[in-house]
Structure formats: structure tokens, C-alpha cells
């Protein structure tokens, strides 16, 4: 019996090995292996089971790891279409798709000694009053862990030896699994009434699931060939920010449960808050459909991430929630699959694979007969066109829950509010006089500004000198409170000078400017002596128990005004915040990027959305230097469709998504010249593949916006074309048979989002 492996050292090839006899009824597709290699031994999975192999002289298998194979044969086929799509080796793509802790040799599992009484007739043997006391304790227990029975008696582990050698009791090694939300009580919900709107989605859902099903079951019987085709299987729910979107997806996951179907919910990482993934556990905590809710995120321990996969693959957890990775949770048989946040980009991986969770999702429904739901509340432009082109089955709620409006947005013109000023203040007065208002009306407020810091940077005005990473092309950033410049791109710091550090000027007037949240919560501060204000974004948030704490407090009245980037900007529910202040809307706007009028639309909504989420109504004041910006202004408008509209006529004029796919490739090196010598290499090696190809363009080389990071140059290509799943094969085969000068790298990325 031979067993084709691919193995964890990427090499871009399989190999044959032969199944021992002792593990014939161990090895199946997707299990784990350790096989010899050359003088070696290494990690692989089982990627095919052929009769026989071209190779003789096969090496044996020498290990089984788990006792479930970890890789399902459908998680399988999504990673090599993953590979595949992305210009990824397949190894790294397989590799991925497993938590680093599942992957480990040894299992996981942590196991501690219990005590347990045994079944005893007759009189007890003579014991010590120790022996008696501690067995008093076990008697009453009849079970419990060995650490925990001698902390409540004082006694030591030999006492307890003793009684175990009389026969009474049994010591032995049990799993105890570790939760994340074990110190949490959450009372179970049940199903809330739904409005007309949320009704009309839920039965939409609800037939695309019962039609789904059929052909699954045909799959799993073997009788069917491939993934069921698109249609009435992907939906676009758009709905505005507290439609009750959150209450379809619960009903929706209660029909797949229904049909014996597991589901998968994928939010973005940064609104994974306790408060989301109590939603799902309660609602599922009783009931018919009595579930665990697996959570898979970052914060986790990695035993606890162990431990949460195990109970996906074990299948007693029926629905996982979670970020980016979750989308390859083994749940078998899945029935459903939610993206929340649909347009965030944090579901697109960094680093390779570079796959977009939401994209997998869809690709992953379509191979499983998977219903798939993504959900927002400003869908990308990709999306809507899709639903618009009848792809993907648009699902609306337009309103709110009990009609609740949609908070009043007012947009300043900071540049007359600067002219008053002399120079541009960080609060207008109306926004001071709102913040004022709230404080006295014991309403919460939050300000929000997409940078972090206190000032962005340190100018010499007497010698020009700014401060500038050594390391990348980028200003450093001023952070007060540990009295240090900081680069945002690769964490060089330095202590603050208080002159100006060029030796021949030594000017002490040095000046600090830009606005960082930092400071803007500083400025509070000294504007409203009285008010309780918290800040909330990467730097004030170092264990993962700040982020509930601060959040605790919020909700539960104890601060009255929370500052913070992006981070407050999502998902969160606080009905008593009626006041929003933007500090800054167009900072967003002035990047180098297609989509950053796209994104400060989807920033400014997003943040907006959290006002007037209670019985009062919701006021937002946008602070911009372009208030007349269409993003901006569509969004003061709550215009999502006008948005769309004549965002859509720019992409089209310019052939950028949707019209468009875009493969962005990055060459790095220390040596600027040989990178900008193997871009121009690279870019005839391109326009030899798309010869002859239609509607194709081709951008650059040129240098990066950020043209020197962590010391390398880098040099961006930028190809822009419809079929791109054909190309990212002609892509990945030219890389391949490419030598590159040692110190250059090369990396695609396919579908990019960060054009930086
Ligand atoms: P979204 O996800 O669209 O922003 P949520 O799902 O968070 O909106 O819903 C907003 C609020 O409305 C929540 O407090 C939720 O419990 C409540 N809600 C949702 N659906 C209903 C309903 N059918 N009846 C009553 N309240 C609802
Ligand atoms: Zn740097």
C-alpha cells in the first residue's frame, strides 16, 4: 500500500512512501505522517493513495500523528486550489490550514492526574487520621483533580499514594480540555421575533439551504462529480448598521442545525470581542440545537486553540467562530458559511498564502454545497458588483431595528474652523460644544482617529531636518507617554530628542506636528477636566484582557469618553452612545491607493454606525479638510448606493476592480539597482505571457509608495486583467523556473489590498 505525502519543507513535489502494515487502517487522506528524508525525518500530509507508484525502492512511513486525520479531503482540495489560485507552493498552502498548536507532534492535550474513588464492599482498611481525612474529601467528591484534593486538605501527594495502594482509590491521568470562556456565565437567548425585512432574508437562506442539501448528501455518498454551481448559493445581505443582521445569521445557523449542517462564521478580528461571541454561544448554549460554539482567534493560547480545533474535528462543536483562518475549520457536514464585515480587509492574509478569507469562502461553499452569506453594511465595490451582475443574490434591510433613524452626520469644514484659529485645531467648536452637551447629559461619546501616537512628525524649522526611520521611507512617530520616536513600519525606536539632533544646528526649538490619538486624548483631557476618558488602539492595549476591561467599563458607564482608532470603529454596541466625532475623515483619503475613497466611505459609516444605537438619537460630527469629497459626503448622506455609483464609473474608466482583477508583484533586495534591474526583467518576462491577451495592463516597475522598508528597496509590477485564475497558473510556472539573484525576492500577490 503506497501513500503519496506532501511534506512540510516546501519543495514543490510529492513522494511516494509505502504504508506499513502495522498503520494500514491509520492512514487515509489528510493524516499527518512523519517519513524519513534522506538523513532526516519529517512532517507531511497524505495527499493521495495511489495503487502504485512509478518509484521502486519506496522508504516506509514511520508515524501516524492524531488519532483523526487533521486534514479533511474537501480542507485538502481547498488548500491546492488555494496554491493554486495564489502562486503559492502547496506545501505552504497545506501547512496553513492547521493552527500552528494542531500541528505539533506530540498531541496536545493537557493532561492532569485525577483522583476517583473505586467501588469498595466491605469494611475499609485501618487508616491514618491524615489518610481519613483526605478520604472523607474523596468519598464526598467521588472524582476530582489531584492538585485540587490536596490544596483542600493540606495533605501531600504521598498520602494520597497510600490510600491508593490500600486499593480505595485510582490516580490517573485525565484530558482536561481548557476553555477561553470558562470564567464566563452566559445565559441562554432564544430566537427574537424577526421584522418583515429580516424575515424575507432568513426565507431566502433558509430555501438555499434546503436546496443545498440534497447535493451534499449525493457528494458524501460519492454519487456526485463536482462543487454544486454558483446561482442561488451566494448571498449578499447588505444591510445598514444595526438592521439585525446578526439575528438572521443566528436564525440562518439555526436552519442549517436543522438539517443536521454545521456552520462557520468568520468576523474580523478586531470585533471577535466577547461581546460577538457571547451572542453565538448563548443562543446555542440550550435548546434543540445544543451546541459547543468553537472560537478561533489570535488571542488564544495556543492549548486553547488545540483545544477549540479538537472540538470542531471531533464534531461536538457544530458552528466555529472566528477571524481569517477560521474559514478552514473542518466542520463536517457544513451547511453554512457567514462572513460578517464582508468588505473588511483584514480577511485578506499578509503573508503567503495571501488568500482573502471571504473569496476561500465563496470558492469553499461552492466545493461543498455551502450556502455562504456575506453580510455588511457598506459592501466593497467587488461585491455589489457581483449582486448587481446577478452572481451573487442581493438580500436588503435598508432600516433599522423599531425604525430606529440613522444618526444625524454633520460635516465641518475644518479649513474655516483653521482660518478662525490660526491653524487647525483638533476640535471644532461644534464638535466641543456637542462633547460638552453629553457630558451634561450623562450620554457617552466616542472620537475616533486612524492614527495612533501623539505627534506624527519632528521638523527642525531652522535646518529642514525631519525625523526619519533609519530602516524605511517613512517619518517616525512621537509617542509621549513613553517618551520615544517609533516607526510604524518596522518598530525601530528612539528616545525623543528635545534638540535638534544634526550636529552643526542643535536648534532646541525643534517642532513636533500631525495628530496621533494620543494626543487628541491629552487635549481632552485638559478641555474637560471632569470627564472620565479612555483611549483604546495597539498601544494602550497590550494583554488581551485590556481590550474586555476597557470595553467593561465603557459599558458599563464608566468612562464618558472613548478615544481610539479603527478599532472602535467595528461591531460594537453601546446604546448609550449618542455622539461621534471623526477628527480627522480625510486622512484615509490621501493614500496612494484605488480604493481610498472606497475606504473612507466604508471607515466613515462604519465609526457613524455607532451612534444613537439606544432609544435617544445619534448625532456624528466628520471633521475634513474636503468636506465636499463624494466619500465623505455620500456618508454624511448614509448613500451607499450613490456611493457606488459614481465610484463604479472611475473604476470602470480606469479598468480597476471589479473591472478588473489586479496581480500586484513585489521585488525587495538591499541593493537598490539589482532590484530595479530584476523588475525590468521580470516586466518582459509578463509581457511575454499575456502576449496577445486582450484588455490586459501593465503598470511599473516603479518604486513602491513605501520604497524602502526594514532596509530593503522595494519595486512594485502591477498587472491588471479579467482572467486571472489563468494567469496566477502562467504566473506561478514563469517564478518557478526563475533564477533570481540571491538577495531579491520576489513575491505576488494575487487580489491585493494593500497597495503600500
Ligand atoms: P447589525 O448586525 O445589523 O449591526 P444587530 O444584529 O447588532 O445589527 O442588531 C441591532 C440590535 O437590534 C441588537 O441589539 C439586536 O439584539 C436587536 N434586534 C435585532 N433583531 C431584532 C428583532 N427582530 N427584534 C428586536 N430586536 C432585534
Ligand atoms: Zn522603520
Known amino acids: 500500500m503506497i501513500a503519496r505525502v506532501t ?95 494542531v500541528r505539533r507532534e506530540k498531541e496536545g492535550w493537557q493532561e492532569r492526574l485525577h483522583v476517583r474513588l473505586l467501588p469498595w464492599t466491605g469494611d475499609l482498611p485501618k487508616l491514618t487520621r491524615r489518610q481519613t481525612d483526605v478520604w472523607h474529601v474523596i468519598e464526598e467528591r467521588r472524582e476530582l483533580p489531584l492538585q485540587e484534593l490536596l490544596s483542600l486538605t493540606g495533605a501531600t501527594a504521598e498520602v494520597v499514594r497510600r490510600i491508593e495502594d490500600q486499593g480505595l482509590i485510582e490516580i490517573a491521568p485525565q484530558i482536561t480540555e481548557r476553555d477561553p470562556y470558562a470564567h464566563e456565565t452566559i445565559l441562554p437567548t432564544t430566537s427574537l421575533t424577526l421584522n418583515t425585512e429580516q424575515a ?75 461581546q460577538t461571541v457571547e451572542r453565538f454561544k448563548a443562543r446555542f448554549s440550550g435548546g434543540r440545537h445544543a451546541t459547543l460554539v468553537a472560537v478561533l482567534h489570535s488571542h488564544l493560547s495556543a492549548g486553547e486553540r488545540h483545544d477549540e480545533w479538537h472540538k470542531i474535528r471531533q464534531g461536538r462543536a457544530r458552528i466555529v467562530i472566528g477571524a481569517r483562518s477560521a474559514i478552514f475549520a473542518p466542520v463536517e457536514p457544513l451547511g453554512l458559511i457567514i462572513v460578517d464585515e464582508e468588505h473588511e480587509h483584514s480577511y485578506k492574509q499578509e503573508e503567503a498564502p495571501r ?64 482660518r478662525k484659529e490660526k491653524g487647525p485645531p483638533i476640535f471644532s467648536h461644534p464638535l466641543k460644544e456637542a462633547l460638552h452637551q453629553r457630558l451634561e447629559r450623562k450620554e457617552q461619546s466616542m472620537l475616533f482617529l486612524n492614527r495612533r501616537g501623539f505627534s506624527t512628525s519632528l521638523q527642525c524649522p531652522k ?27 518596522c518598530s525601530h525606536s528612539a528616545p525623543a530628542p528635545t534638540r535638534c539632533p544634526e550636529p552643526s544646528c542643535g536648534n532646541p526649538g525643534i517642532r513636533y506636528s500631525g495628530l496621533g490619538t494620543e494626543k487628541v486624548e491629552d487635549t481632552l483631557r485638559k478641555l474637560f477636566p471632569q470627564a472620565r476618558v479612555a483611549r483604546m488602539d495597539s498601544d494602550t492595549l497590550k494583554r488581551k484582557e485590556d481590550y474586555r476591561q476597557v470595553l467593561g467599563d465603557f459599558r458599563t458607564g464608566k468612562i464618558d469618553i472613548l478615544v481610539g482608532t479603527q478599532m472602535i470603529a467595528k461591531g460594537l454596541h453601546f446604546p448609550n452612545v449618542t455622539l461621534v466625532g471623526i477628527v480627522y475623515a480625510d486622512l484615509s483619503l490621501h493614500m496612494p ?97 499575456v502576449a496577445g491577451w486582450k484588455g490586459v495592463v501593465l503598470s511599473g516597475p516603479a518604486p513602491a509608495p513605501l520604497a524602502r522598508a526594514e532596509t530593503f528597496y522595494r519595486y512594485q509590477f502591477m498587472i491588471r486583467c479579467r482572467q486571472m485564475p489563468l494567469f496566477s497558473q502562467k504566473l506561478s510556472d514563469y517564478l518557478i523556473g526563475q533564477e533570481w539573484p540571491d538577495d531579491i525576492t520576489v513575491t505576488p500577490d494575487i487580489d491585493p489590498v494593500n497597495l503600500s
Not at 433613524?405 to 460635516?411: A, S
Not at 535646518?463 to 513600519?489: E, K, M
Open 355 to 418: 488568500y482573502n478569507a471571504r473569496d476561500v469562502a465563496v470558492v469553499r461553499g461552492r466545493m461543498e454545497g455551502a450556502v455562504v452569506v456575506l453580510g455588511s453594511a457598506t459592501p466593497s465595490m467587488e461585491s455589489y458588483s457581483n449582486a448587481k451582475k446577478n452572481k451573487y443574490s442581493l438580500l436588503e434591510m435598508p432600516t433599522r431595528i423599531d425604525d430606529r433613524k440613522l444618526p444625524l452626520v454633520r460635516v465641518v469644514d475644518m479649513r474655516s474652523e483653521a
Open 463 to 489: 535646518c529642514g531636518y525631519v525625523a526619519g526611520c533609519p530602516n524605511c521611507s517613512i517619518s517616525l512617530t512621537f509617542h509621549r507617554a513613553q517618551g520615544l520616536l517609533r516607526c510604524h513600519v
Open 593 to 689: 491607493d484605488f480604493r481610498a475613497g472606497e475606504r473612507t466611505f466604508q471607515l466613515l459609516t462604519q465609526v457613524s454606525g455607532r451612534a444613537g444605537r439606544g432609544d435617544v438619537e445619534g448625532e456624528v460630527f466628520v471633521q475634513a479638510f474636503t468636506p465636499y469629497h463624494p466619500a465623505i459626503q455620500y456618508a454624511r448622506r448614509h448613500d451607499f448606493i450613490g456611493f457606488y455609483e459614481q465610484e463604479i464609473e472611475h473604476r470602470q474608466e480606469l479598468q480597476y476592480p471589479p473591472f478588473s482583477r489586479i496581480a500586484m508583484i513585489t521585488l525587495k533586495g538591499r541593493n537598490e539597482e539589482k532590484v530595479a534591474f530584476s523588475a525590468e526583467h521580470l516586466k518582459k518576462g509578463i509581457e511575454g505571457l
Open 7 to 101: 511534506l512540510e519543507i516546501a519543495l514543490r513535489r510529492e513522494f511516494d512512501y509505502v504504508i506499513p502494515e502495522e498503520l494500514a487502517g491509520a492512514v487515509e487522506i489528510g493524516t499527518r505522517v512523519k517519513v524519513p528524508f534522506g538523513s532526516r525525518q519529517v512532517m507531511g500530509v497524505v495527499t493521495g493513495l495511489p495503487e502504485s507508484s512509478p518509484h521502486t525502492q519506496l522508504r516506509s512511513i514511520l508515524k501516524v500523528i492524531g488519532k483523526q486525520s487533521q486534514i479533511t479531503e474537501k480542507v485538502l482540495r481547498l488548500a491546492r486550489w488555494i496554491a493554486g489560485y495564489y502562486c503559492c507552493p502547496v506545501e505552504i498552502a497545506i501547512k496553513s490550514v492547521l493552527p500552528e498548536a
Open 200 to 274: 424575507r432574508c432568513l426565507e431566502r437562506i433558509t430555501r438555499a439551504l434546503n436546496e443545498a442539501t440534497p447535493a451534499s448528501i449525493r457528494e458524501a455518498r460519492g454519487t456526485s462529480g463536482g462543487p454544486m454551481e454558483g446561482k442561488d448559493s451566494v448571498f449578499l445581505l447588505y444591510g445598514v448598521t444595526g438592521s439585525g443582521k446578526t439575528e438572521v445569521y443566528l436564525q440562518a445557523i439555526d436552519r442549517a442545525l436543522d438539517l443536521g449542517r454545521g456552520a462557520i462564521v468568520l468576523v474580523p478580528e478586531i470585533s471577535l470581542t466577547p
